[in-house]
């Protein structure tokens, strides 16, 4: 098994910017991302990384205003979200398997809350 940390939620004026971190206890899947889910809605692909080559794939809703990074000597992944709006305000959760759908995860960590108030 494959534990997942988040740390770095919190509550922030919309424009603001906020930086999502994620502690993996084991790196032997390809990649590990970012999905959040705001009430009512389901769950969503937000940024990903892959451990390996450091590539990168964004959602459109989230492009241009953040940035996905990785420390593998941590096993540690962050988002660096800028630009934020009160739509943003969802659960974010960690996520490792080996790519940008929800089905292609196999570890989710316990999810960390963003609220953007205006």
């Known amino acids: 098994q494959v534990q997942l940390v988040e740390s770095g939620g919190g509550l922030v004026q919309a424009g603001g910017s906020l930086r999502l971190s994620c502690a993996a206890s084991?790196?032997?899947?390809?990649?590990i991302g970012w999905f959040r889910q705001a009430p009512g809605k389901e769950r969503e692909f937000v940024a990903a990384?892959?451990?390996?080559?450091?590539?990168?794939y964004y959602a459109d809703s989230v492009k241009g205003r953040s940035t996905i990074s990785r420390d593998n000597a941590k096993n540690t992944v962050y988002l660096q979200m800028d630009s934020l709006k009160p739509e943003d305000t969802a659960v974010y959760y960690c996520?490792?398997?080996?790519?940008?759908?929800?089905?292609?995860?196999?570890?989710w960590g316990q999810g960390t809350q963003v609220t953007v108030s205006s």
């Open positions: 996520a490792a398997g080996a790519g940008t759908t929800v089905t292609r995860q196999d570890y």
């Open positions: 084991r790196r032997t899947f390809n990649t």
């Open positions: 990384i892959s451990w390996r080559g450091g590539n990168t």
